[in-house]
């Protein structure tokens, strides 16, 4: 069941919208190469232009450098243009840890 209280539902007024994106766009170093404050895919920037610009969020930048397909939660608002790793699972039945490596 998704969530439907207004802490967990996305803000999805016009001026949220905006706010997400303008985020994105100043933590990625976007906002001069691409000023459409949107999150339709189709008008988002490339992500190969994330993080070119000065100044840039350097926290973020490794995250997105390592994350699987280039995709991370490095901060607020990261999922913007469909660019967070989250995943969503509604039933779990079992969840599985597994470490890898043995330590001497």
């Not at 207004?6 to 001026?15: G, I, K, Q």
């Not at 905006?18 to 001069?32: G, P, Y």
């Not at 390592?66 to 469909?82: E, H, L, R, T």
């Amino acid at each position: 069941m998704v969530p439907t209280d207004s802490y967990h539902r996305p803000d999805a007024t016009a001026a949220g919208v905006v706010k997400a994106s303008l985020q994105a766009a100043l933590m990625r170093t976007t906002l001069l190469v691409n000023s459409n404050l949107t999150n339709d895919p189709a008008s988002c920037p490339d992500p190969s232009t994330f993080y070119n610009n000065a100044p840039v969020n350097m926290y973020a930048k490794p995250w997105h450098a390592n994350g699987i397909g280039g995709k991370a939660y490095g901060f607020g608002f990261d999922d913007v243009c469909s660019q967070s790793s989250f995943n969503l699972v509604f039933n779990p039945t079992a969840f599985t840890v597994t470490l890898l490596g043995n330590r001497p």
